[in-house]
């Protein structure tokens, strides 16, 4: 079975400055999909990048961008100019491209704090 | 226009009533899926439909029962609720075999047992 761990429970960053955030992923599947909510105080669901499994390349969004290393199954977020906005959790998530069920696991989150 | 939808988005109820929460996506998706989110911030899946069959049935007491009427709508119905219940629970929804893969979440419908 797939298995998403956050080891960082929390973390904080200055405002502007840079943080990462950790995930790692267990599977024996060749072909998925990585994903980072964010979830905010107002509990709303946001997705913040996505990665396919196949493509080297990483994502950016903006600010965001991942460090996808597929062989050491790791998807870091980093966020770069945080700002005070960027304070919420942040979950990373899998879902297999080829399994027929089509769940999406998540990790148990990183709260991020944004220090002014 | 909400693109999924929860009702109602809070919820205050005694130990051993029955409720439902219902949930309506607008973005032509034909999975839907039920997520409980404890107090430790943890998502956990519960249910999934793929065009009204019921895909995903996790270890779930058979106190929660989720019905789809049809690929548009998702309803959880949860009988003789216990304290244990008390959580935020989402509505999701995704296009099956899509390249893009995203889960779209509604709101929260966050559930309070007394």
């Known amino acids: 079975a797939q298995t998403v761990t956050q080891s960082q429970p929390e973390m904080s960053v200055q405002e502007a400055e840079t943080v990462t955030l950790s995930c790692t992923y267990d599977?024996?599947?060749?072909?998925?999909?990585l994903f980072w909510y964010k979830q905010p105080p107002s509990r709303q669901m946001i997705l913040v990048i996505r990665q396919e499994a196949y493509k080297q390349q990483n994502a950016t969004e903006n600010r965001f961008s991942v460090n996808f290393q597929k062989a050491a199954k790791s998807f870091s977020l980093k966020i770069s100019d945080s700002q005070l906005g960027d304070a919420a959790m942040y979950f990373c998530?899998?879902?297999?491209?080829?399994?027929?069920?089509?769940?999406?696991?998540f990790g148990t989150g990183t709260r991020l704090k944004v220090l002014a | 226009d909400t693109a999924v939808s929860q009702t109602p988005k809070y919820l205050v109820t005694q130990m051993g009533n029955d409720k439902s929460i219902k949930c309506e996506q607008n973005l032509g998706h034909d999975t839907m899926y039920w997520y409980k989110q404890d107090s430790k911030k943890f998502l956990k899946i519960m249910f999934s439909?793929?065009?009204?069959?019921?895909?995903i049935n996790e270890t779930v007491p058979n106190r929660f029962s989720p019905k789809s009427p049809d690929k548009a709508h998702l309803n959880l119905h949860i009988n003789s609720l216990e304290l244990g219940d008390s959580a935020v629970y989402f509505c999701a929804s995704s296009l099956r075999g899509v390249s893009t893969g995203e889960l779209f979440f509604g709101e929260g419908s966050r559930l309070t047992v007394l």
């Open positions: 439909y793929n065009n009204k069959e019921l895909i």
């Open positions: 599977t024996s599947e060749s072909d998925y999909y």
């Open positions: 998530a899998y879902r297999s491209a080829t399994s027929g069920t089509y769940k999406y696991i």
